[in-house]
């Protein structure tokens, strides 16, 4: 079991949270994410709106923040993966 995942380890505050780990780890993971997203729209999205994701901007960085806040916080990236 990973160290980070531990009950006593949790913040007492919001102050705390903030400053924790996982909430660094998490919203650089949505940030990234986003970031992609707006990128895939960019370089690749759908011209002519059919495309529900891609062809807008707000969609696709929720979609990709979205991605991002999954990988971040799977059970795989905090080392408790079960095959």
């Not at 006593?8 to 903030?18: L, S």
């Not at 929720?62 to 991002?68: E, L, R, V, Y």
């Amino acid at each position: 079991m990973n160290d980070d995942c531990k009950i006593n380890d949790r913040p007492k505050n919001f102050k705390e949270f903030i400053q924790s780990k996982v909430f660094k780890k998490t919203f650089l993971g949505v940030l990234i994410g986003g970031i992609l997203g707006f990128l895939y729209y960019y370089f690749v999205g759908c011209s002519s709106g059919t495309c529900a994701i891609t062809s807008s901007p707000y969609g696709s960085i929720i979609m990709g923040g979205i991605f991002g806040l999954l990988i971040t916080n799977s059970p795989c990236s905090q080392n408790n993966c079960r095959v």
